[in-house]
């Protein structure tokens, strides 16, 4: 593959392919890998030449051994020797001492016994036997093993501890494991069925991923029915090596995958899944069915997968922000698999629908509102025209009702003015049928509509044998059917929700501000009380964390007696607020602490005596003092934005209504830090509050980019300070003019945790300690930085400078400026994943403007499944000669090392001679092919990395 098609081309929308069956139709999506260069020559085989990648022994296997075979009939081992026998076009092996045959094939002692390595072995011996044939199959080279064998953490101790074991004999070695306690796996196209099931697939181009062998099972035999074919079929098991990131982003670089369907129980590595699913969900459809919405399925799911589930609303939120599409039955996710092969994703959730009958458009209004759908409105424009061409009793509203006599030509002259109409993000076409109705002629008349309107078109044929012509002539032409309107209007809602998620993707968040100048100020204040050996924070404590990130607090003073707490009153003015001071205490308004609009001394005192009589109901150490803060009179609204913790997940961010009733109301949202701006106001959006705040009933708005940028602010204490536990600022008043924290609460961790133990965030923040000044040999001073996504307008800039051959030496071809300054491009250049890539920019700041420029990039990429990267560096020809390449390799060398990779390499042009001077003088190795340069430096042993 050409470099530019892996640097442009891939992130231009997939092509189209003619694959198509009956009722269930997948487009087949070309995949490119954003990782492949092109394939070297003449290199060493251990350097940049293009490795398999590491699941290929697992779903492409050449040979394969069973490892536990038997010919016993009923017995899973037998299955699946049959299984393999029937369609397995490699080399197929048995392996058990105490057999001398089973099926034909004569069996072996063990797999070390083999006569040449294999590079599957499929495991049915007794769990307690696994952890020995795993070390048997890494001495001989095996490249993988699928562990059909239950008995592991599903079983509780014991079975974690054969886990653990088997998980010990991996590390440092390359060979990767699907299980234990699983189906197995199918590649369909290739006839390759290593499960105990009782047949194999169709081939098809869709990758369904399940934690539950018997859904699979299940599913499996619907397919058949339905003519529906996969790419794969996996089924998980416990997930002891091969996660749900290692999957999707194995099947997101398969060619012969279009879309990733899932059924999951529990996550595991939620930044693993969390990585792949936004690399991957940028060009093919994730779509999930999570199991353990209900705390009662939660705990099936639990005592199934031996696996934490988590909280179901943080998972939503997780989903959310990769951009996974989360359905909520078995046949949604294939519904929904057809529909978003067949149609654009809608802009927006306005659907129009036009029936020949009002109950359908009754019942498909009702499923579109309910999933937060809208109908769109008909403009004046497209009213005169329907008014042109229908029957003067028609609805003359959406849903539009062309009326029972309908005859196709209506039908597409209404569809036209519907699609044509700019408020409209959809159509549903419904159609009853009715003595006068031809539903294949009028199928035939909205066919071309399919492509054409560049909005989606679904439809639903209502009834059976007579409609099932016209069914099969929309699905040919691309227009996914439904039997009812209602199901249809839930797979628009689903579709405009996934339209939704991508574009959080896509969006370019605008600048936050600089990061906190108060971080050390947050670690010595949380370092100062955990050496008191104190879990609680108090409220002036908890201000000065909030403040030193610049989140604006309302000012407090403390007093130990009732006329320094007067004092302090007199200092701020009349009217004022009295709270308890107290170290134990967590919520002050349950034992009456918290004392509003006191106007004198004597009310100052009054509510100390009352604050003092409420606190000694908690013990007489309860009680030590007061707060004293202005009485806010500002009209705004009482937010709440918090922190707290999640099992799997992590640190999570909540923002709703505040005040007393805030749980009551349960008005909020949950998101992922970090956040950025998009995120921010995205997480906003998800409430009911968010409408107020944007101004209703003539009040005025609220700055919302101020409140933005405020959560990003917070989100940036919640991952740089990881011993707060939970964080609470209730409330947060918001009014137009200004925000400020009222009342704010921290909890952090154990002070005896050690470090390594504190929750990491799932998303990785970004990696502050890359960054440092240095200066160029023109005396020029620069910062050299990892990449953010509000870099996007400067990277374009940055192109600009840019001259034909520097683009040629980066990315091996000509490209144009609008190729490279694509926004769909450029999201993928600046929105990374630091687990994953690490982009340092080097940045320029004007003294005088303050206009800043990017001069340079340097890219380090890790390469899935293995424990090495590749580098790329592109200098702007200003700067060229100046040591900023040298620099940004070193720092890339560095960054590698810190993150404990093995090897880092890069291809390069032969005429690129001076990254090739420069990698050179520090350490890498060159190799020289065909039409390439390999230079490639060792950084560390696996085992040293491990």
């Given at each position: 593959m050409a470099v530019m098609q892996k640097m442009i081309a891939a992130e231009s929308a997939p092509r189209d392919g003619d694959y198509s069956r009956p009722k269930i139709e997948f487009r087949i999506l070309e995949a490119m890998s954003m990782q492949t260069d092109p394939t070297p020559l003449a290199l060493p085989r251990d350097l940049l030449q293009r490795e398999p990648p590491a699941l290929d022994a697992i779903f492409h296997p050449r040979s394969a051994a069973i490892v536990g075979a038997s010919d016993r009939p009923g017995s899973v081992a037998r299955t699946v020797i049959e299984n393999l026998q029937r369609g397995f076009r490699?080399?197929?092996?048995?392996?058990?001492?105490?057999?001398?045959?089973?099926?034909?094939?004569?069996?072996?002692?063990?797999?070390?016994?083999?006569?040449?390595?294999?590079?599957?072995a499929v495991v049915v011996t007794p769990a307690a036997s696994v952890p020995a044939v795993i070390a048997d199959c890494v001495?001989?080279?095996?490249?993988?093993?699928?562990?059909?064998?239950?008995?592991?953490?599903?079983?509780?101790?014991?079975?974690?501890?054969?886990?653990r074991e088997i998980q010990g004999i991996l590390r440092g070695s390359r060979m990767r494991v699907i299980g234990p306690n699983c189906l197995g796996v199918m590649t369909p196209p290739e006839g390759f069925n290593a499960t105990f099931a009782a047949g194999i697939a169709r081939a098809g181009n869709v990758a369904f991923l399940s934690q539950s062998g018997a859904l699979l099972t299940a599913v499996l035999d619907w397919s058949l029915r339905e003519l529906a074919g996969f790419s794969a079929f996996v089924s998980t098991g416990s997930m002891l090596d091969v996660?749900?990131?290692?999957?999707?982003?194995?099947?997101?670089?398969?060619?012969?995958?279009?879309?990733?369907?899932?059924?999951?129980?529990?996550?595991?590595?939620?930044?693993?899944?969390?990585?792949?699913?936004?690399?991957?969900?940028?060009?093919?459809?994730?779509?999930?069915?999570?199991?353990?919405?209900?705390?009662?399925?939660?705990?099936?799911?639990?005592?199934?997968?031996?696996?934490?589930?988590?909280?179901?609303?943080?998972?939503?939120?997780?989903?959310?922000?990769?951009?996974?599409?989360?359905?909520?039955?078995?046949?949604?996710?294939?519904?929904?698999?057809?529909?978003?092969?067949?149609?654009?994703?809608?802009?927006?959730?306005?659907?129009?629908?036009?029936?020949?009958?009002?109950?359908?458009?009754?019942?498909?209004?009702?499923?579109?509102?309910?999933?937060?759908?809208?109908?769109?409105?008909?403009?004046?424009?497209?009213?005169?025209?329907?008014?042109?061409?229908?029957?003067?009793?028609?609805?003359?509203?959406?849903?539009?009702?062309?009326?029972?006599?309908?005859?196709?030509?209506?039908?597409?002259?209404?569809?036209?003015?519907?699609?044509?109409?700019?408020?409209?993000?959809?159509?549903?076409?419904?159609?009853?049928?009715?003595?006068?109705?031809?539903?294949?002629?009028?199928?035939?008349a909205v066919a071309p509509f399919a492509k054409s309107t560049g909005k989606p078109v679904l439809a639903s044929w209502m009834g059976g044998a007579g409609v099932a012509a016209g069914v099969e002539i929309l699905n040919r032409a691309g227009i996914p059917t439904f039997d009812f309107p209602d199901t249809a209007a839930r797979a628009f809602n689903y579709m405009w929700r996934y339209s939704y998620n991508l574009k959080g993707l896509y969006e370019t968040p605008e600048e936050a501000g600089a990061d906190a100048r108060g971080r050390g100020q947050a670690e010595a204040l949380l370092r100062a009380a955990r050496q008191q050996g104190r879990t609680l924070l108090t409220e002036p404590e908890s201000k000065q964390l909030l403040a030193a990130y610049g989140l604006p607090v309302v000012p407090t003073c403390v007093a130990d007696n009732p006329e320094g707490a007067v004092a302090c009153a007199r200092d701020f003015g009349f009217p004022v607020v009295l709270k308890l001071f107290s170290h134990t205490i967590t919520h002050k308004s349950d034992v009456g602490g918290v004392q509003l609009n006191l106007r004198d001394d004597a009310a100052v005192r009054d509510a100390w005596r009352r604050i003092e009589r409420g606190a000694a109901s908690a013990g007489a150490a309860a009680?030590?003092?007061?707060?004293?803060?202005?009485?806010?009179?500002?009209?705004?609204?009482?937010?709440?934005?918090?922190?707290?913790?999640?099992?799997?997940?992590?640190?999570?961010?909540?923002?709703?209504?505040?005040?007393?009733?805030?749980?009551?109301?349960?008005?909020?949202?949950?998101?992922?830090?970090?956040?950025?701006?998009?995120?921010?106001?995205?997480?906003?959006?998800?409430?009911?509050?968010?409408?107020?705040?944007?101004?209703v009933r003539g009040r005025r708005p609220v700055d919302l980019e101020a409140l933005e940028r405020l959560l990003v602010q917070f989100s940036q204490l919640v991952v740089e300070q990881p011993w707060v536990r939970e964080m609470d600022i209730n409330p947060l008043l918001a009014s137009p003019t200004g925000l400020l924290a009222l009342d704010a609460r921290v909890v952090l961790h154990d002070p005896a945790t050690p470090p390594q133990a504190l929750p990491r965030p799932a998303i990785r923040p970004y990696p502050t300690r890359y960054s440092a000044p240095w200066r160029l040999?023109?005396?020029?001073?620069?910062?050299?930085?990892?990449?953010?996504?509000?870099?996007?307008?400067?990277?374009?800039?940055?192109?600009?400078?840019?001259?034909?051959?520097?683009?040629?030496?980066?990315?091996?071809?000509?490209?144009?400026?609008t190729e490279r300054t694509a926004h769909e491009r450029l999201t993928r250049i600046c929105f990374v994943d630091y687990d994953r890539e690490i982009a340092l920019v080097a940045e320029h700041c004007d003294a005088a403007t303050r206009e800043r420029a990017i001069l340079a990039v340097g890219r380090l990429t890790k390469l899935h499944g293995r424990n090495e990267a590749r580098f790329a560096i592109?200098?702007?020809?200003?700067?060229?000669?100046?040591?900023?390449?040298?620099?940004?390799?070193?720092?890339?060398?560095?960054?590698?090392?810190?993150?404990?990779?093995?090897?880092?390499?890069?291809?390069?042009?032969?005429?690129?001679?001076?990254?090739?001077?420069?990698?050179?003088?520090?350490?890498?190795?060159?190799?020289?092919?065909?039409?390439?340069?390999?230079?490639t430096i060792e950084l560390q042993s696996a085992e040293e990395a491990g």
């Open positions: 490699g080399r197929l092996y048995a392996v058990n001492p105490a057999r001398r045959e089973a099926l034909g094939l004569p069996c072996f002692a063990s797999v070390a016994a083999l006569p040449q390595p294999v590079d599957l001495r001989a080279g095996v490249g993988g093993a699928v562990i059909v064998s239950a008995g592991f953490k599903e079983q509780g101790e014991r079975g974690q501890a054969l886990e996660t749900w990131g290692d999957l999707i982003y194995y099947f997101g670089d398969d060619p012969a995958t279009s879309s990733i369907l899932i059924y999951m129980e529990s996550v595991g590595d939620a930044r693993s899944f969390l990585s792949a699913a936004r690399e991957v969900a940028l060009t093919k459809p994730i779509l999930v069915i999570k199991a353990g919405r209900t705390a009662a399925a939660a705990q099936a799911a639990a005592s199934h997968t031996g696996a934490l589930t988590g909280s179901d609303e943080v998972l939503e939120a997780a989903f959310r922000r990769c951009g996974v599409l989360r359905v909520a039955s078995i046949a949604d996710v294939f519904y929904m698999a057809e529909v978003l092969s067949k149609q654009p994703r809608p802009r927006g959730p306005r659907l129009t629908i036009v029936t020949n009958a009002g109950g359908p458009g009754v019942l498909a209004t009702d499923a579109l509102i309910a999933g937060d759908g809208e109908l769109a409105p008909v403009s004046p424009e497209t009213r005169a025209g329907l008014d042109r061409i229908l029957p003067p009793h028609w609805s003359h509203g959406n849903p539009i009702d062309i009326l029972g006599d309908a005859e196709p030509e209506r039908y597409a002259q209404a569809l036209r003015l519907a699609a044509e109409d700019p408020a409209s993000d959809g159509l549903l076409l419904v159609m009853a049928p009715q003595g006068m109705t031809d539903p294949a002629r009028t199928a035939e009680f030590e003092g007061v707060t004293v803060q202005p009485m806010v009179k500002a009209a705004g609204y009482e937010l709440i934005l918090g922190s707290s913790l999640d099992s799997q997940f992590g640190p999570v961010i909540l923002f709703g209504s505040g005040g007393q009733l805030v749980e009551v109301y349960r008005d909020r949202a949950l998101a992922l830090p970090p956040l950025n701006t998009t995120l921010a106001r995205r997480l906003m959006e998800q409430t009911r509050i968010y409408a107020a705040l944007q101004g040999k023109n005396g020029l001073e620069i910062n050299l930085r990892p990449i953010r996504p509000e870099d996007e307008p400067l990277i374009a800039k940055f192109h600009q400078t840019l001259s034909e051959r520097s683009v040629y030496l980066r990315y091996w071809q000509e490209a144009s400026l592109l200098v702007g020809d200003a700067y060229q000669g100046q040591g900023l390449g040298t620099e940004l390799l070193r720092r890339l060398i560095g960054i590698g090392r810190d993150e404990k990779l093995e090897r880092i390499s890069a291809a390069i042009l032969p005429e690129n001679r001076q990254i090739q001077t420069v990698a050179r003088r520090l350490g890498y190795r060159l190799y020289f092919g065909e039409g390439m340069v390999t230079a």
